[in-house]
């Protein structure tokens, strides 16, 4: 059984930064696709962003392009979310996802793509 763990949310304020870590037991990040999605009280869950299974590609959400950099260390079996540039409408709870399928060619960009998810961390970005 995979399960995956978030870590590194909190309370900062606007402008300011935050990195957020996934590790997971039961699977291998370097052959998998792993996303990031946010859900905030009353919506539904939205894609962040992700990265393919070797690195090579990374595909972002307009909302967060430019201010968010996803990257992992396959020694370690980690992905990390560094946030900067903070907004309030960056809060929400983090979940970090990995792919159903190796060495997918594309990067997945819906929730339906990913079978195992985090019990995600609060970020919250006040003014």
């Known amino acids: 059984q995979v399960q995956l763990v978030e870590s590194g949310g909190g309370l900062v304020q606007a402008g300011g930064s935050l990195r957020l870590s996934c590790t997971a037991s039961?699977?291998?990040?370097?052959?998998?696709?792993m996303g990031w999605f946010r859900q905030a009280p009353g919506k539904e869950r939205e894609f962040v962003g992700a990265?393919?299974?070797?690195?090579?590609?990374?595909y972002y959400a307009d909302s967060v392009r430019g201010r968010f950099t996803i990257s992992k260390d396959n020694a370690k079996n980690m992905v990390y979310l560094q946030m900067t540039s903070l907004k309030p409408e960056d809060t929400a709870v983090y979940y970090c996802?990995?792919?159903?399928?190796?060495?997918?060619?594309?990067?997945?960009?819906?929730?339906?793509?990913?079978?195992?998810w985090g019990q995600g961390t609060q970020v919250t970005v006040s003014l």
């Open positions: 990265i393919n299974w070797s690195g090579s590609s990374i």
């Open positions: 996802a990995t792919d159903s399928q190796r060495y997918r060619s594309t990067v997945p960009l819906v929730g339906n793509d990913y079978d195992y």
């Open positions: 039961g699977r291998t990040f370097s052959r998998y696709a």
